[in-house]
């Protein structure tokens, strides 16, 4: 793999120059794994709270997910990862859980403006039903979160959609104000720089291939290690790639999914207006969903079409662009600039899995597509722990999680089984 994927997000960006790899032995309070949002939060909190910290990032900063996800700012874990929770526990253990991802989203918010991270958020997310049967799903979905976690949602019938998007395949949908969208490299990098001005210490190209456990564990990278008290492990699919020594019993616990994004040319300022009124994110609520926003120079990201591997499929642009003019026939003559990949990692239950290897080696992985917004507060609520309040830690590391079934061997065709299964339930 490149050192950085080609991307729109990249191609908009002025990145600083490449942090030099960890060269020597170091000794901290504690060694984050993960150059992502939740490994840098993490190691913000923690240097915030007076810890040394030193973060070890594989590549370079961004690099996974945190830089090129659909940008999305989601409340909440998903309508399946919700359930899990509702089901394993009392509501009012539910509702902890969602509060915290409503402070994720203020956390999202808070940093921006305290670290003057000019990274284009919006307010807005349209949840999208295309059939009308998966209306009354969407209305107690929206009814149930009203009631029970007391979060404000607005629902909008067929006669009103029009008003809202210029697409004639959505049905109805739920508007959610609080939730938002931004560019998610520029955010992540605004965060790294944060946290390197509160003196984290900061290791490009530095992959830890070695984990020793103990009252001092010792992180081993190709020319250097790290001596320290505690571990934040936060490289969540990528750990199996780049250190999978470092913690085997993690394996098996989330899936690497694919996930694919295109980036048209700038239509015009009015142009874009056109297609969504007021420029909020949306997703539709399919199995094997599209999810899409506007940018502030006035381009359509469009992602979807999961994957149960790394690999790009063959001309993803124009599959991509197939699957966006199904749902926007007007741009037929806006060029596609930008195509790329990558991977989330989702859990079985697709409720966020957090927990200890040991006493002073915390992990945080699963964030299922909801990563944007719970992976930032996940580092914080790590912090807390490390720092020894682990209370709001251990509302989420409670929840039980299974693991894939098959195996390494047979994980993968597993989930190409899945995503097969998931696209014939969205066909029919």
Request: aromatic share 8%.
């Amino acid at each position: 793999m490149e050192d950085v994927p080609e991307s729109y997000y990249e191609a908009s960006v002025a990145r600083p120059p490449v942090l030099a790899p960890l060269d020597e032995t170091i000794t901290v309070d504690v060694g984050v794994i993960g150059g992502g949002y939740a490994g840098i939060s993490g190691a913000l909190e923690l240097a915030e709270r007076g810890f040394s910290v030193a973060l070890l990032e594989a590549r370079r900063i961004g690099w996974g997910a945190s830089g090129r996800n659909g940008g999305q700012v989601l409340v909440g874990l998903g309508s399946e990862g919700e359930c899990a929770i509702e089901e394993q526990f009392s509501t009012e253990f539910a509702k902890r859980a969602w509060d915290v991802t409503v402070e994720g989203m203020r956390l999202v918010q808070s940093r921006i403006t305290d670290h003057a991270i000019a990274c284009e958020y919006r307010s807005g997310y349209l949840h999208l039903v295309v059939k009308p049967r998966r209306r009354a799903a969407l209305e107690r979905w929206a009814a149930h979160v009203i009631k029970e976690y007391d979060y404000p949602l607005e629902f909008i019938g067929p006669g009103e959609m029009i008003d809202w998007i210029a697409s004639r395949r959505f049905h109805s949908a739920v508007f959610d104000s609080r939730s938002g969208h931004l560019h998610p490299l520029k955010y992540c990098l605004g965060l790294a720089a944060a946290a390197s001005r509160a003196g984290v210490r900061i290791y490009e190209r530095s992959p830890v291939l070695r984990m020793e456990r103990g009252a001092r564990p010792l992180l081993k990278t190709r020319q250097g290690s790290v001596l320290c008290r505690f571990v934040l492990l936060a490289g969540n699919v990528y750990l199996e790639e780049f250190g999978a020594a470092v913690a085997p019993e993690l394996g098996g616990r989330i899936m690497p999914v694919g996930t694919h994004m295109i980036a048209t040319a700038s239509m015009g300022k009015s142009r874009a207006d056109a297609l969504m009124a007021g420029r909020p994110a949306a997703s539709d609520t399919n199995y094997i969903l599209d999810y899409f926003r506007v940018t502030a120079d006035h381009r359509l990201l469009f992602g979807g079409g999961e994957t149960h591997d790394a690999r790009t499929p063959q001309a993803l642009g124009s599959r991509m662009r197939r699957r966006m003019l199904a749902v926007f026939p007007q741009l037929s003559d806006v060029p596609v600039t930008h195509a790329w990949g990558g991977l989330v990692d989702i859990t079985l239950n697709q409720a966020p899995d957090f927990g200890r290897l040991h006493s002073n080696i915390y992990y945080l992985q699963g964030f299922s597509g909801h990563g944007l917004a719970m992976s930032g507060i996940a580092g914080k609520i790590a912090a807390e722990a490390i720092a020894g309040d682990a209370g709001r830690f251990d509302v989420f590391a409670r929840i039980k999680h299974s693991r894939f079934p098959g195996g390494a061997l047979l994980r993968k065709p597993a989930a190409a089984l899945a995503l097969f299964y998931y696209r014939m339930l969205d066909l029919l």
